[in-house]
């Protein structure tokens, strides 16, 4: 393909998605395929001679879109949103055209430069403090992983390397060895199983701690297992907070945590991957109060403000705190301008060494919607949430099971926990909408969450209807 055919293809290819945004509400949000069904529909191996790109193009609609789940359907209400939008999408196509490999400053200087200046927007954009943003000569800033995970992992790894250092300045007699065994991380019960698998990856012991009533974790159920864990000689240096848990969007109470994770010298990393989109929104902002006590924060903007995936925000208070635990230099990565204290070299902040350049994405999405377009877009869909609670609070035969307070309703049919399995089964089965369950204290709950661009009233009217219909078509059955 040259640049005459890369020109036609494109516009067609452009016209492609855009039919199939555009359109997707025709199309069934979840497929009709079984496990293995792509493979007997694509040759055994690579083909050895080239193939036109209209024989490429047409297998689209005949192998793939039949095996597609349309997460940005109107009737998508699984997970928590994905975001994407067409400035978002333009820019993802610039970044693959420009194809540079961003790790250093001098591997590619826009490419650093604007991910730098484009996290301390968005972080004045959600009212972080100054320290953690870059600024001109600031010790902290922001960096772009691929996903919360990611950064979860890296706090927890720069934490650990953190706290043995300090331990072994402290106990000069002690090994690396012998405080790894006693290192111990903390996250709520309701914290995403990231968080129990970076511990898995860093060889540190995890525990949970015991959430309240609205599912979040307090200053004194924190205190209480540190104080167990201290006594019986294990160092604990790591909690990650959640602010809006994946079963039910609760939040932990950062005001009474921080304190005591200053005290404790452990390191605090803030999980708002889903919820930190909302912080834009002055009337949401004070679910982050208590962010100044944090080490690390981390929010999605892939998730709620409209930038395709990955674009996974990460802000640390001290950016030597990561540096010193990842930098490495090798003579070939080496360039003349990285100890002069003016530039950001990115591979030091991650796991991989080369990185694409997300912050195009940034750049584009803020610029073209501006922060009130963004605000309205967080506002509509929490306006949507509480349309889908009040119809359910409408009808006798279910109940609410969590707080709404932003996209996501945790609702379940009052009776038994395989009662309200069949109903998630009868859903799947019609398949018109997408939905996926939770358990909060050992309750089988559905999730409702408000993820697609596009979705509207009319959206959620469809929505309960249908989950009404089948509610009272399986009651008959179930009686």
Known sequence: MDAAEFRKRGKEMVDYIADYLEKIDKR???????????????????????????????????????????????????????????????????????????????????????????????GKMINLPEEFLAGKDGQGGGVIQGSASETTLISLLAARTKTIR?????????????????????ASDQAHSSVERAALIGSVKIKSVS???????????????????????????????TLGTTPCCSFDKLLELGPICNKENIWMHIDAAYAGSAFI????????????????????????????????????????????????????????????GLVTDYRHWQIPLGRRFRSLKLWFVLRMYGVTGLQEHIRKHVRLSHQFEHLVLQDGRFEICAEVVLGLVCFRLKGSDELNK???????????????????????????AICSRTVESTHIKFAWQHISQLATELLKTWE
């Open 28 to 122: 069934q949000v979840f497929p009709d395929v079984e496990p293995g069904y792509l493979r007997p529909l694509i040759a055994d191996c690579a083909p050895q001679d080239p193939e036109s790109f209209e024989d490429v193009f047409k297998d689209i609609e005949k192998i793939i879109m039949p095996g597609v789940t349309h997460w940005h359907s109107p009737y998508f209400f699984a997970y928590f949103p994905v975001g994407s939008s067409f400035p978002s999408l333009l820019a993802d196509m610039l970044c693959s055209g420009i194809g540079c490999m961003g790790f250093s400053w001098a591997a590619s200087p826009a490419c650093t430069e604007l991910e730098t200046v484009m996290l301390d927007w968005l």
């Open 166 to 186: 300090r331990v072994q300045l402290e106990n000069p007699e002690l090994t690396e060895a012998d405080i790894m065994s006693r290192l111990v991380a903390y």
């Open 211 to 241: 959430s309240d009533d609205t599912f979040s974790v307090c200053g004194a159920a924190l205190k209480k297992v540190l104080d167990e864990d201290k006594a019986s000689g294990l160092i604990p240096f790591f909690f990650c907070a």
């Open 281 to 340: 929104c002055p009337e949401f902002r004070h679910l982050l109060n208590g962010v100044e006590f944090a080490d690390s924060f981390n929010f999605n903007p892939h998730k709620w403000l409209l930038v395709n995936f990955d674009c996974s925000a990460m802000w640390v208070k001290k950016r030597s705190d990561l540096t010193d635990a990842f930098k490495l230099e090798p003579v070939y990565l080496q360039h003349h301008h990285q100890e002069s």
């Open 422 to 448: 069949a109903l998630l089964k009868s859903i799947d089965k019609a398949k018109k909408i997408h939905l996926v369950p939770c358990h909060l204290r050992e309750k089988f709950v559905l999730r409702f």
